[in-house]
């Protein structure tokens, strides 16, 4: 199989999986997988279409082959960074979905899902102070509602204390 059958294959899986037809983009990400393992696009669909059918535990090894590799965009590896932390949580091994968020939010600092879904995580692992500073600063710096805006100031500052009264 060439690099441009894999390509087109890859896209028509991914249109599969856009129009509501997992299991048959899966048959074919599955068989891409097998010609081509050593693909982080291809790893990083898979993984995708593993998560979207409710099946976590088989998407971990295809988000984390994806992330090891070179090449990927951005734009999936943002995907990749997410998927896999929200897959650690929802798989209940909370501490490998911190250190995934974390890097994620290292890599991606202005990206709102990954600190949500690093909130979520720190909230699970009993972190909650810092857990609630990243949603006040999520929702001051990017709340469009007025009132939000107007108590922006001191939402910002509760967030770097949560604790402080005066």
Known sequence: MSAQNKDELLSEAVRLREQGHPEQARERLLAL?????DSVDVAYQTAWVHDVLGLEAEAVPYY???LQGEGLP???R??????????????????????ILRR???????DGALRTFLAMALFNT????????????LVATTSESPRV?????AIEHYAEDLTRTM
């Open 126 to 137: 009993g972190e909650h102070h810092e857990a609630m500073q990243l949603l006040l600063r």
């Open 78 to 99: 943002r995907g990749a960074l997410v998927g896999l932390g929200s897959t650690y949580r929802v798989l209940g091994r909370f501490g490998q979905s911190v250190e």
């Open 104 to 110: 994620g939010v290292a890599e991606f600092p202005d």
């Open 33 to 37: 997988t097998a010609a081509f393992p």
């Open 74 to 76: 951005e734009e999936d």
């Open 64 to 66: 984390e082959r994806c």
């Open 149 to 153: 805006q107007r108590y922006r100031p």
